[in-house]
């Protein structure tokens, strides 16, 4: 597990807008305590798991960082495009810490799982597609895949933990429309969940170029040496 793993669920479960640790605070929350580059260099505290991997503990609860050096502390800043209650909504009233902890983590690997395997079988998902980046950040949030199909028309790629829930339609919308307004030309997209409810189903009708794709968790099984 990463040293950094319980700063997601520590950040899912505070439901400020804002929240503001100092350096210090955070030596409390990150194993073995914040490195020196994180209490000197802004490039740390970039907000992209593709040049920072440690930054994607924070953009997984949904927010993004601003560190402030004087004052020896950073400013979570929860991301409006990023509906967190998918993580965590279900049990954050009725369950300890503990719970929420081992829920989100759950949750997150999963998803981690999941964009590990499409990316090795990008082909399987949609034959001719590439790569381009992954948790690629925008002004709209953060998409999980962003690749390029066989005719070169920019594919989004949103993966989610489980079923789809219809928040997750905005999600797409909003990312087509900042792309197709970056590119000139609308792009497609394919959210990737365990299944969808009717109403997603529907939902999912009224945005062009959108891809629905299910998936499955298979178990292997073989007997360990003792």
Same mark, same amino acid.
């Not at 597990?1 to 520590?10: E, G, V």
């Not at 194993?31 to 930054?55: I, K, M």
């Not at 997750?168 to 365990?194: H, N």
């Given at each position: 597990?990463?040293?950094?793993?319980?700063?997601?669920?520590?950040?899912?479960?505070?439901?400020e807008?804002?929240?503001?640790?100092?350096?210090?605070?955070?030596?409390?929350?990150?194993?073995?305590?914040?490195?020196?580059?994180?209490?000197?260099?802004?490039?740390?505290?970039?907000n992209?798991?593709?040049?920072?991997?440690?930054?994607?503990f924070?953009?997984?609860?949904?927010?993004?960082?601003?560190?402030?050096?004087?004052?020896?502390?950073?400013?979570?800043?929860?991301?409006?495009?990023?509906?967190?209650?998918e993580?965590?909504?279900a049990?954050?009233?009725?369950?300890?810490?503990?719970?929420?902890?081992?829920?989100?983590?759950?949750?997150?690997? #999963?998803?981690?799982?999941?964009?590990?395997?499409? &990316?090795?079988?990008?082909?399987?998902?949609? $034959? *001719? @597609?590439? +790569? !381009?980046?992954?948790?690629e950040?925008?002004?709209?949030?953060?998409?999980?895949?962003l690749?390029?199909?066989?005719?070169?028309?920019?594919?989004?790629?949103?993966?989610?933990?489980?079923?789809?829930?219809?928040?997750?339609?905005?999600?797409?919308?909003?990312?087509?429309?900042?792309?197709?307004?970056?590119?000139g030309?609308?792009?497609?997209?394919? #959210?990737?969940?365990?299944?969808?409810?009717?109403? &997603?189903?529907?939902?999912?009708?009224?945005? $062009? *170029? @959108?891809? +629905? !794709?299910?998936?499955?968790?298979?178990?292997?099984?073989?007997?360990?040496?003792?």
């Amino acid at each position: 597990m990463s040293r950094y793993a319980q700063l997601t669920p520590f950040l899912v479960s505070k439901p400020e807008a804002q929240i503001t640790l100092s350096f210090d605070d955070l030596d409390k929350v990150i194993a073995g305590g914040l490195p020196a580059s994180g209490r000197q260099y802004h490039a740390w505290w970039a907000n992209n798991a593709s040049s920072q991997p440690h930054a994607k503990f924070w953009l997984d609860a949904g927010r993004r960082a601003s560190p402030d050096f004087k004052n020896k502390r950073v400013t979570f800043t929860l991301d409006a495009s990023v509906d967190t209650s998918e993580l965590a909504a279900a049990v954050v009233d009725e369950s300890t810490h503990q719970d929420l902890t081992e829920y989100v983590e759950s949750s997150l690997s #999963l998803e981690r799982d999941l964009e590990d395997q499409i &990316v090795s079988h990008l082909d399987i998902l949609e $034959p *001719g @597609l590439t +790569l !381009v980046s992954r948790q690629e950040s925008s002004d709209v949030g953060r998409l999980d895949l962003l690749a390029r199909d066989a005719e070169g028309r920019t594919v989004i790629i949103e993966l989610k933990a489980g079923e789809a829930k219809d928040s997750s339609i905005g999600q797409i919308a909003r990312y087509i429309g900042w792309y197709g307004e970056k590119e000139g030309t609308a792009p497609r997209a394919i #959210l990737v969940a365990s299944g969808f409810a009717e109403p &997603v189903r529907w939902a999912a009708k009224a945005i $062009p *170029g @959108l891809k +629905l !794709v299910t998936y499955r968790v298979q178990f292997a099984f073989e007997e360990a040496t003792v």
